[in-house]
Structures are given as structure tokens and as C-alpha cells.
């Protein structure tokens, strides 16, 4: 092991690009952290909704009650969504088409009045799955909900105290949306992680994350900042292969389903 290696952060994002609950445990899925993108807003075709077209989205704070879902923002009244929820629906991520169940008539006016376009709140239809593409899967089956792509998305401070050192102005970690975030890592030491295990869960990380605009939105305010940090990022993390530049990588579970990851926790690393 590694000395000095462990968990900093740990957060989930309820609903798909909106904001985050950080916590101190975490119950740990095939799909990723429990209840992590299990909601996601769609158009009238049933697509995607992110930051990168709508960054007020950011402003929306969900809580999590009795397998149902309280969002807030401002100028609203909460919205209560319950976990019984009928109506199946197709909605589409990228190239994948999924099945959802759509939240109802309240939930769709909510968030369509808060971010002034025809909308609609959907969750994932847990009797279904969504596989990762089996190119980046090491041979593993591996599953992921309303994320863009992978269960985890994995950060060090190590990267983020490079980064910031390079940026006009530092940046929080909230703006990059990591689910793990480990401390004790030189700069850009994951990239070369191969797995890391903390108590009996073992994730492998199996593609670097490129990175669109999102992280130039103002996590606190919705409001897109310039071309920051991805101007910095291009000018030394431009990856050819994958035509973006990349910042923190995207994980897959191999074993310790169910188990639990905390805040605090030591983590192994094979491979770095």
C-alpha cells in the first residue's frame, strides 16, 4: 500500500448534471454510488439535459427521502417526487437509448418554469440496464445509470492543486462533479492507476474523463465563467486518442458490491 492514500470526498449527484450531496459513507453499486444520476431531465424527445445547454441546472439541490426525491431552487417551492412513479418512457444519452419512468405532470412543470423551456423529470427504470461500452471494460460487464458514461468518476487533489496553480483563478473541486475524490496522490497519479481497493470495494479505472465546458459553470450561481479551466487544460492535457482534454478518470466496480466506501478511509492502488 501506498502510504498516505486515502478518500477525501465522496458525492453523489442525484439528478443528472444538477447539484451535488457530498458525503461522509457511501453504499457502493454495480451502477455506482447509490442513487448517483438515478433522475436526469429530458426535452420533449426524452434527451439529455446537462450544464453544457442549461447551467442553471446547477442551481437545482435534490435530497434523497425514502427512495423518492425533494429538489429545491431558488425562487420555488420544493418539489416532492415520489418513488412510485408508472410511466415508462424511452430517453436517450449520447448514442445509448434507455428506459425511464417518467415523474409526472407537477414534476415537469416544476423544471420547465425553473429553467423557462418545455421539460420533463425522469428516473432510471431500475428493472432495466444500461451497459458501459465494452471497449473501455478490461472484459469486465460493467453498468451505469444516467451517467454520462461510467458508475465512478475518480479525482485527486494532487490534479486539481496542479491545475489551480496554473488557472488565473483557482477552482473548487465541485466544478469537475467527481464521485471519489483521493487525497495523497501526486498530481495526475491516477492516470496511471490501474485499480485501487478500499475496504472490499475495488473499482478499476478503465478511461480518462475528456472534459467538455461544464466545469466553467459556476457551481453556486449557474452562470457559465469564460473558457476556463478548459483553456488551461487543453494547453498541457490534450489527448489525441480521445480528442479532448482529459482531467480525472472514469471507473468501473469490480468487486465489493454493496459494500460501503467513507470519507477518511485508507485506499490500495495497483498499478501507479
Given at each position: 500500500?501506498?502510504?498516505?492514500?486515502?478518500?477525501?470526498?465522496?458525492?453523489?449527484?442525484?439528478?443528472?448534471?444538477?447539484?451535488?450531496i457530498p458525503l461522509?459513507?457511501?453504499?457502493?453499486?454495480?451502477?455506482?454510488?447509490?442513487?448517483?444520476?438515478?433522475?436526469?431531465i429530458v426535452d420533449?424527445?426524452?434527451?439529455?439535459?446537462?450544464?453544457?445547454?442549461?447551467?442553471?441546472?446547477?442551481?437545482?439541490?435534490?435530497?434523497?427521502?425514502?427512495?423518492?426525491?425533494?429538489?429545491?431552487?431558488?425562487?420555488?417551492?420544493?418539489?416532492?417526487?415520489?418513488?412510485?412513479?408508472?410511466?415508462?418512457?424511452?430517453?436517450?444519452?449520447?448514442?445509448?437509448?434507455?428506459?425511464?419512468?417518467?415523474?409526472?405532470?407537477?414534476?415537469?412543470?416544476?423544471?420547465?418554469?425553473?429553467?423557462?423551456?418545455?421539460?420533463?423529470?425522469?428516473?432510471?427504470?431500475?428493472?432495466?440496464?444500461?451497459?458501459?461500452?465494452?471497449?473501455?471494460?478490461?472484459?469486465?460487464?460493467?453498468?451505469?445509470?444516467?451517467?454520462?458514461?461510467?458508475?465512478?468518476?475518480?479525482?485527486?487533489?494532487?490534479?486539481?492543486?496542479?491545475?489551480?496553480?496554473?488557472?488565473?483563478?483557482?477552482?473548487?473541486?465541485?466544478?469537475?462533479?467527481?464521485?471519489?475524490?483521493?487525497?495523497?496522490?501526486?498530481?495526475?497519479?491516477?492516470?496511471?492507476?490501474?485499480?485501487?481497493?478500499?475496504?472490499?470495494?475495488?473499482?478499476?479505472?478503465?478511461?480518462?474523463?475528456?472534459?467538455?465546458?461544464?466545469?466553467?459553470?459556476?457551481?453556486?450561481?449557474?452562470?457559465?465563467?469564460?473558457?476556463?479551466?478548459?483553456?488551461?487544460?487543453?494547453?498541457?492535457?490534450?489527448?489525441?486518442?480521445?480528442?479532448?482534454?482529459?482531467?480525472?478518470?472514469?471507473?468501473?466496480?469490480?468487486?465489493?458490491?454493496?459494500?460501503?466506501?467513507?470519507?477518511?478511509?485508507?485506499?490500495?492502488?495497483?498499478?501507479?
Amino acid at each position: 500500500m501506498m502510504p498516505g492514500i486515502r478518500i477525501s470526498a465522496l458525492n453523489v449527484h442525484p439528478v443528472k448534471s444538477c447539484a451535488a450531496i457530498p458525503l461522509e459513507d457511501a453504499r457502493v453499486l454495480p451502477t455506482g454510488l447509490e442513487s448517483d444520476r438515478r433522475w436526469m431531465i429530458v426535452d420533449a424527445r426524452g434527451r439529455y439535459q446537462t450544464q453544457r445547454e442549461l447551467p442553471r441546472l446547477a442551481l437545482i439541490r435534490p435530497r434523497l427521502v425514502d427512495g423518492g426525491l425533494i429538489a429545491a431552487a431558488p425562487g420555488m417551492p420544493e418539489l416532492s417526487v415520489g418513488a412510485d412513479m408508472p410511466e415508462r418512457v424511452t430517453v436517450s444519452i449520447w448514442d445509448d437509448q434507455c428506459t425511464g419512468i417518467d415523474a409526472g405532470e407537477p414534476a415537469a412543470r416544476w423544471v420547465s418554469d425553473f429553467l423557462g423551456r418545455p421539460l420533463r423529470l425522469v428516473s432510471f427504470d431500475m428493472g432495466t440496464r444500461r451497459p458501459v461500452a465494452p471497449r473501455w471494460t478490461d472484459g469486465l460487464d460493467a453498468a451505469a445509470l444516467f451517467s454520462d458514461a461510467f458508475p465512478f468518476l475518480v479525482l485527486s487533489e494532487g490534479s486539481l492543486e496542479d491545475l489551480n496553480s496554473r488557472l488565473p483563478q483557482p477552482l473548487p473541486m465541485n466544478r469537475f462533479r467527481p464521485n471519489i475524490v483521493l487525497s495523497g496522490l501526486a498530481p495526475y497519479q491516477e492516470d496511471h492507476i490501474r485499480e485501487f481497493t478500499a475496504g472490499e470495494v475495488r473499482i478499476r479505472l478503465v478511461k480518462p474523463c475528456a472534459r467538455c465546458a461544464i466545469p466553467s459553470v459556476d457551481q453556486g450561481t449557474g452562470e457559465r465563467q469564460g473558457d476556463e479551466p478548459l483553456r488551461t487544460l487543453k494547453s498541457y492535457r490534450w489527448d489525441r486518442a480521445l480528442r479532448g482534454a482529459i482531467f480525472g478518470q472514469n471507473g468501473i466496480l469490480v468487486s465489493g458490491a454493496n459494500g460501503r466506501l467513507q470519507v477518511g478511509q485508507a485506499v490500495e492502488v495497483a498499478g501507479a
